[in-house]
């Protein structure tokens, strides 16, 4: 099999790396640009705790959510290219960043190359999935990050599915940083927290249902509730991801037979161990001792 290098946004060229991923079966992958994806993990495991897990955060180069298209895509196919080399067939983008910039292109040109018979899923689409069911205005409110907003994913994916849905997107740059840097529960996140949810309810009083489209922000529930009134629905991302895995491998039992089920996790990260761990523990709720890798 080949790999590709992309030179630019739409040109790819074929070089001849051969690539041999284990084909016996292997862990689920999780990938995310740091610690937000674990609180997707986190509602994957409860769902589905049967199964091994392998997470990957590429914790030394988040946050992605400033990056270029190009960028993300690059990062996040070195990351599912390691998944796979790992044993891992199937790859959930924990992250709606990489899941807005790189995922279709992994499914359009990299995933023919590389394995087609290998499975990379995101987290917008089943996110957006419910909006018909929760939200009675047809009024929903996005915050994302800058590349997550800019990208409008969710825009098209709304439009798709459900047209006449009215979306305001607001960029919430300030609140990825204060979770990789351990700051969410301080005081100073509060500032931030209410602005961008203010300007958001501004440009839309009538929004009743509201999108973290960031798999960071679960980490500061507490304080967007409380700027939040109390009449508008926060969607649970994670839950709405792993329930739609669930349903997904409960329609593929070829895939679901080639994930093992040992009831583990493995943690890697880019960054080291003795920087993620801690921060990494409090996310989980048990003691994490990750390795650390290269991509
Ligand atoms: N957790 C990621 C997301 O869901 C992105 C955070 C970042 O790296 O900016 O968008």
Redesign the pocket.
Known sequence: MRSSLRTSHFQYHIIAVEINYPSQPGPIGVF???Y??LTILREIRKALPQYDYLYLGDNAR?????RSFDIVYDFTREAVDELFRRGCHLVILA????SAKALRTIQQHFLPISDPDRRVLG?IRPTVEILGKVSKKRHIGLL??P??VRSHSYRMEIQKIYPGMEITEQECPMW?PLVETGEFNGDGADYFVKKYIDQLLLADPEIDTLIL????YPLLLPKIRQYTPGHIRILPQGELVAESLKDYLRRHPSMAERCTSGGTVEYLTTESPERFDPLASLFMNTPIHSSRITL
Do not use: L
Not at 62 to 66: K, L, N, R
């Open positions: 995310d640009s740091g937000g994806g988040a946050p992605y959510g400033s992250c709606n960043t990489a987290v994302a990050t590349g997550t990825v489209g960031c798999t960071h």
